[in-house]
């Protein structure tokens, strides 16, 4: 086991290659939620939450069945249903087993199925390759996972920091709401693309 | 509503982008140049069209309390038909859309509009009103990848304008191609879709 590779996914997943400030993954929640950074925190929990489990099981399931069986050309679909069969049966656990973490996380549940960063980061743990041509392996897999949901949730946290100070911003009136923070996103984003000089593999 | 009204709605009207705002995650990452975003708009429109007209012929047939897992094992059969059709026929464009073929599955225009329309409407209306959402979202990926691309490279569709009148020295700024520059085009169209409905408003009150 490699721990420098372990370092390296988790710089290059919450900086250089941020989920939402540099691949535009998982917009829709970064524009939809960021308006208070309590909601922020608790859909970013449920993110980080669902990302972990949703690497773990799809890198099982594409191991096990859908290479051992040669059936890779399924793998779109097996995912997208492992993930949104994933969310629900959490959803159900949390609200019987642990109901004061239902309260807190359970709304964002169900908002997570078409979150395109989940089904995102499945994909790439699977694509993602080492400069030998050796794939992630079981634990780097996790870890992508966790860490990108790490990235994710310090995006989301910026942005409801930022939005909760332009409620008392003077904004333009055509520029209110959603287009100043898409600008404000732009901003951040550019203050991301200086990380993107570092060399670490 | 007629036809023609179902049909071209979802141009301008009823924009899944640009009005709606859904879809956003493709519209920002692959409008780095126009051939991108135009194969994308053709991609996704392909699968909405093929998922809306099965939707609409099985409506009958699915269950209420399990139709969002059914329209997204049809979303997920079609996105593969596509990923697999374009690997075979177009790679170059499959190579440079790369992880966001698959992620049409995630594409929120593509569900909505199972739910929203196709599973209560006709085959027909539902085709209909695919194909208009279809070119209304690509409508508004060539928009924003248009924009990008000339000040990203100072080129559109792949050809230097500036080169080609004779002006040198124009090279655009790589950061419209990178992400804040995607974000900032997004801010910037969508401030000038409200900037347009206020000055409306206002108009018509002030009549």
Redesign the interface.
Known sequence: MDFSHLVVIAVSSIFINNFVLGRFLGICPFIGVSKKIDSALGMGMAVIFVMTLASVVTYLIQTFVLVRFELQYLQTIAFILVIASLVQFIEMFMKKNMPALYQSLGVFLPLITTNCAVLGVAILNIDATWADGSHYNFIESTWNGFTAGIGFTIALLLMAGIRERLELADIPESMKGTPITFISASLIAMAFLGFSGMSIM | MNKLQNFTKGFFKENPVLVL??G??PS??VTTSIENGLGMGMASTAVLVGSSTLVSMLKKYIPGSIR??IF??II??F??LI??TLQAFIPSLSESLG?FI??I????II?GRAEAFASKKSVLDSIIDAIGMGIGFTIALVLISAVREFAGTGALYGYPLFQLMGIEGFKGSI?MI???????T???I???M??NK?RKAKNTGGK
Not at chain 2, 105 to 108: F, G, Q
Not at chain 2, 178 to 184: E, H
């Open positions: 705002a859904l956003l995650c920002l990452a969002i897992p997204i094992v997920a059969t996105v593969t990923d697999l992880l698959p992620l599955v995630v594409n929120c569900l950061l990178l992400p804040p520059g995607g974000f900032l997004m801010g910037l969508l401030g000038f409200q900037w206020v």
